[in-house]
């Protein structure tokens, strides 16, 4: 960004930001994601296409964190490992903006937290009329339902197979629009 605006090059090396990051209290490094992200969305157009409407994008992942005692007390294991043994599991569920590409926040849990109930964390950073893009992880009746709540509408691909294709209005190949 320096160097598209004509500043100065930055050292790609991280190890400062690594060294600095150890020292930041999180509630601090989660209130500067989520202002830098606000200030990067903002600079961004809104897409006409969409008639203005927000557009995030939810996705979730499970990581193996360090054997840690810390870890080992935070984040459970699954339950085919011996207690004490293997690595702690985190779930984590991002929500990032598709308009200036930037994360708006996160919730974690650990290897009992579903990906729905991490989404209910994350449901303040919905605005009526946003538009929500989740993986089949939302594609049922329970997370379609609770977004509609906040006045949100859902984009995601169905749980499951059973569906009437003679329903709702075919919008081209393999698409339909049931309301």
């Known amino acids: 960004m320096f160097v598209l605006e004509g500043g100065p090059t930055v050292d790609e090396n991280s190890s400062a930001y690594c060294q600095t990051r150890e020292r930041l209290p999180e509630p601090l490094f989660a209130a500067a994601?989520?202002?830098?992200?606000?200030?990067?969305?903002?600079?961004?157009?809104?897409?006409?296409?969409?008639?203005?409407?927000?557009?995030?994008?939810?996705?979730?992942?499970?990581?193996?964190?360090?054997?840690?005692?810390?870890?080992?007390?935070?984040?459970?294991?699954?339950?085919?490992q011996k207690p004490g043994c293997g690595f702690p599991v985190l779930h984590l569920l991002v929500v990032w903006s598709a308009r200036g590409g930037v994360v708006l926040d996160h919730a974690r849990g650990d290897f009992h937290h579903s990906e729905m109930r991490l989404l209910h964390a994350l449901l303040p950073t919905l605005k009526p009329k946003d538009i929500a893009i989740y993986d089949r992880a939302a594609g049922h009746y329970v997370a379609c339902a609770l977004l509609r709540r906040h006045d949100a509408d859902l984009i995601s691909r169905v749980k499951v197979r059973k569906i009437d294709w003679r329903r709702g209005q075919r919008l081209g190949p393999n698409e339909r629009l049931v309301v």
């Open 33 to 80: 994601l989520k202002l830098t992200a606000q200030v990067a969305d903002q600079r961004v157009a809104p897409d006409a296409a969409l008639q203005g409407r927000v557009v995030k994008v939810f996705d979730g992942t499970t990581l193996s964190l360090p054997d840690t005692a810390k870890n080992q007390k935070d984040y459970s294991q699954t339950s085919s």
